[in-house]
């Protein structure tokens, strides 16, 4: 029996379903944001946005972008359609022989990269010359393993995730922040630098999730290890990931490019551009780790299994319900950071090294990046609609014409705007990617989908100005709110107390004026929080 044809054993999945698996993913990326938003107050302690910072910024992109291209993005979209097909035809040593070849695989050429990496370094560094070359080329040697360790740990993530098992992934992010803030401070009386400990801490940190993941692994019943290379490439199983994952590298490699690119401009746009782009854009993923990532992660499988069934009306419905409930929050959130980004960033990051003009610059990033962020919280959403078919190839040209539209924008608008332009352009590229993918799925014949996408846009419009007219009073208070506290020394006092009280205006207005619309999502999900707590 094919992959295509393969039944699932698995029921039809429920909203309530992936309301359960995606709030309890929730809570746990919740609780890893934090601690990643306490990682970023550590740096910003000890590093501030100078040159120290940014040496750090850039050799820690450069892993990190061969580590989406080895590990989530291509697992996530190439693994765990196939993985689901050896799944349908329960056979245990067909499986087996698929995840050997798997690993072999994946492990041969995340070593043959790192090596390769690690002798390159000066030569990618140049692409980047920062304020410390020498610095950026010993810290990016250092971290270049995380790939190879990182790498694994997203194999047995995919594993764990296609048999609609979430928690111990959903743990390991929370491990390695930990390890990040820890370890420094554990081993930093010995080291050159705090830079060099933290880099200690990213390789502990990724040693750390493959670990704590395996046992779920083995509990789950799945056996594997290493077999021959040219065996393992002639696996049908591995020949079918090769064929899902080449176009999906190239779509992920411009994306990710993106990150490199602006860092390169930004490393030239003057000290603290790099590293407020990076305290801006930790912020930004703080939202979309909770809520776009967590969605996007219960959603695949989900839709998955309603693509090979042929459910195409649940197919759409999941994804209209998914996409509303995001909007819900990042539409709200958006506007809210609009108006209080620079308290938020205040009271998240100003201490010590991180001072006032630290605040300034990663403020005034932050704005512009928030423009964007409902546009790459759907992207998230919106590309499993795809993988979930095997289309790697649509998702891969809208990310290498938002990658192309990107480019061109940060060129024009770095030198005018600074690092402000580089977050502009990077928020119009993800409408930009947004659009297109949207216009792909119109065209793409699935059942149901038209009206589906036609209710969610109606829906962005409906909260936009929901969340325009909650805006409105705190607009005008935020000013006297803020000079009430302003003379406080206290960096909580001054920009904390402000910062909860138009919190609680703005929630309360939000929270009436859905309840007046009776909103159909917020109802939804309130209801399903309600039903949880009760069942406790």
Same mark, same amino acid.
Request: charged residues 10%; aromatic residues 12%.
């Given at each position: 029996m094919s992959d295509e044809t393969a039944p699932i054993p698995s029921p039809p999945s429920t909203s309530s379903r992936m309301l359960r698996e995606g709030s309890k993913l929730s809570l746990l990326?919740?609780?890893?944001?934090v601690l990643g938003l306490v990682r970023e107050?550590?740096?910003?302690? $000890?590093? =501030?946005?100078?040159? #120290?910072?940014?040496?750090? @910024? %850039?050799?820690?992109?450069?892993?990190?972008?061969?580590?989406? /291209?080895?590990?989530?993005?291509?697992?996530?979209?190439?693994?765990?359609?196939?993985?689901?097909?050896f799944i349908g035809e329960n056979d245990e040593k067909k499986t087996r022989e698929f995840l050997s070849a798997t690993l072999t695989v994946l492990v041969t050429l995340v070593t043959a990269v790192v090596a390769l990496?690690?002798?390159?370094?000066?030569?990618?560094?140049?692409?980047?010359?920062?304020?410390d070359p020498v610095e950026t080329i010993i810290l990016t040697r250092i971290m270049f393993p995380f790939l190879a360790l990182v790498s694994l740990a997203a194999l047995f993530q995919g594993m764990l995730n296609s048999v609609g098992v979430f928690t111990p992934s959903g743990m390991a992010p929370i491990?390695?922040?930990?390890? $990040?803030? =820890?370890?420094?401070? #554990?081993?930093?009386?010995? @080291? %050159?630098?705090?830079?060099?400990?933290?880099?200690?801490?990213? /390789?502990?940190?990724?040693?750390v999730q493959g670990l704590w993941q395996l046992p779920a692994v083995i509990k789950a019943g799945y056996r594997f290890g290493f077999i021959g290379l040219g065996r393992a490439f002639r696996n049908p199983g591995m020949r079918k990931v090769m064929k899902l994952i080449a176009p999906t590298i190239i779509g992920m490699a411009a994306y990710q490019l993106n990150d490199?690119?602006?860092?390169?401009?930004?490393?030239?746009?003057?000290?603290g551009a790099a590293s407020s782009l990076q305290y801006s854009l930790r912020l930004q993923e703080l939202i979309l780790g909770i809520f776009a990532v967590s969605a996007g992660t219960v959603l695949l499988p989900e839709l998955t299994r309603a693509a090979r069934a042929r459910e195409w009306d649940v197919f759409s419905e999941q994804l209209r319900k998914t996409l509303s409930a995001i909007a819900l929050v990042t539409?709200?959130?958006?506007?809210?950071?609009?108006?209080?980004?620079?308290?938020?960033?205040?009271?998240?990051?100003?201490?010590?090294?991180?001072?006032?003009?630290?605040?300034?610059?990663?403020?005034?990033?932050?704005f512009f990046h928030m423009l964007g962020l409902f546009f790459i919280a759907s992207n998230r959403l919106l590309a499993p609609a795809f993988y979930s078919r095997e289309d790697t190839r649509s998702p891969t040209w809208a990310g290498l014409a938002s990658f192309g539209a990107n480019i061109v924008l940060a060129l024009l608008l770095v030198r005018p705007m600074g690092g402000n332009g580089i977050a502009l352009a990077l928020s119009l590229s993800s409408a930009l990617n947004t659009f297109i993918l949207v216009a792909l799925l119109l065209r793409s014949g699935v059942r149901g989908m038209k009206g589906a996408l036609k209710r969610s846009f109606l829906y962005m419009l409906r909260l936009v100005g929901l969340s325009l007219l909650a805006a409105i009073p705190l607009y005008f208070l935020r000013a006297p709110l803020v000079n009430i506290f302003s003379s406080s020394p206290s960096r909580l006092v001054a920009a904390g107390i402000p910062l909860v009280l138009a919190t609680l205006l703005f929630g309360g207005i939000g929270v009436i004026l859905l309840a007046i619309t009776k909103d159909e999502t917020a109802l939804f999900l309130s209801g399903g929080l309600r039903r949880r707590l009760l069942r406790r």
């Open positions: 990326t919740l609780i890893s944001r107050m550590t740096k910003a302690a $000890f590093m =501030g946005t100078g040159g #120290l910072a940014d040496a750090f @910024t %850039v050799s820690f992109i450069i892993p990190n972008f061969l580590r989406r /291209l080895f590990a989530e993005g291509s697992i996530t979209v190439a693994f765990i359609p196939t993985f689901s097909g990496g690690i002798a390159m370094t000066p030569l990618l560094v140049r692409l980047f010359f920062g304020s491990l390695f922040n930990l390890c $990040f803030i =820890g370890v420094p401070y #554990l081993i930093g009386g010995w @080291t %050159v630098n705090p830079a060099r400990a933290m880099a200690i801490g990213v /390789l502990v940190g990724g040693l490199l690119v602006c860092t390169s401009l930004a490393s030239n746009a003057g000290t539409i709200p959130v958006a506007a809210f950071s609009l108006l209080m980004g620079r308290e938020i960033v205040t009271v998240l990051f100003r201490t010590r090294a991180f001072g006032e003009d630290s605040v300034s610059l990663t403020a005034q990033v932050f």
